[in-house]
């Protein structure tokens, strides 16, 4: 015995084009969901203030050292005693902010740390401001030898001020090395 099933088409029409718009009705949902979400995510991830640049003046030339008969490829070389860093900080926020600290610190390892402090009295949204923090001593002269006696790092740190609209601190750091046997 053989049977034989009757489709309606117009049924099936409908039930297909129901499938479809429940299908694109899902995807636009969760492309909006994933949207929000970014959005907000990205609201509490990116900071009100960033660091563009460190710069030290006189400034740093490129070379590559070798301590101990290890290569250290293409590192930044300060072949002075003392020096300035300047700061470049740029207000990523629709706002403007005022009063917000910002921490310059030099550490050299197994000696005590050097830090200075700042003022970023006030920056419109978009602007860049340069800051000068002056007359750091270097901390230690790797003297051709060890590349630990000369490697510094300078930190660079923006505190959180939500009082002058800034919510979120952040930081960035640089290192360079100090050696005077190198020419």
């Known amino acids: 015995m053989r049977r034989v099933y009757v489709v309606d088409r117009r049924k099936l029409g409908i039930v297909g084009l129901v499938l479809v718009l429940a299908l694109a009705s899902w995807a636009t949902w969760q492309v909006s969901m994933h949207t929000v979400n970014k959005a907000a995510f990205s609201q509490n991830d990116i900071p009100e203030i960033s660091i563009n640049s460190i710069a030290l003046s006189p400034k740093t030339v490129t070379r590559d050292l070798t301590y101990e008969g290890i290569p250290f490829l293409a590192q930044q070389l300060f072949q002075g005693k003392d020096f300035t860093a300047t700061v470049s900080l740029q207000n990523n926020s629709d706002k403007t902010v005022q009063n917000i600290p910002v921490e310059v610190t030099l550490y050299l390892e197994g000696q005590n740390p050097v830090k200075r402090t700042g003022m970023l009295r006030e920056i419109t949204p978009g602007s860049v401001v340069n800051l000068n ?23 660079v740190r923006i505190l959180a001020n939500p009082q002058g609209g800034v919510n979120l601190g952040n930081e960035r750091s640089m290192l360079f090395f100090v050696d005077s046997k190198v020419k």
């Open 133 to 155: 923090f002056g007359r750091f001593s270097v901390l230690g002269d790797a003297n051709g030898n060890n590349a630990n006696a000369g490697l510094h790092q300078l930190q």
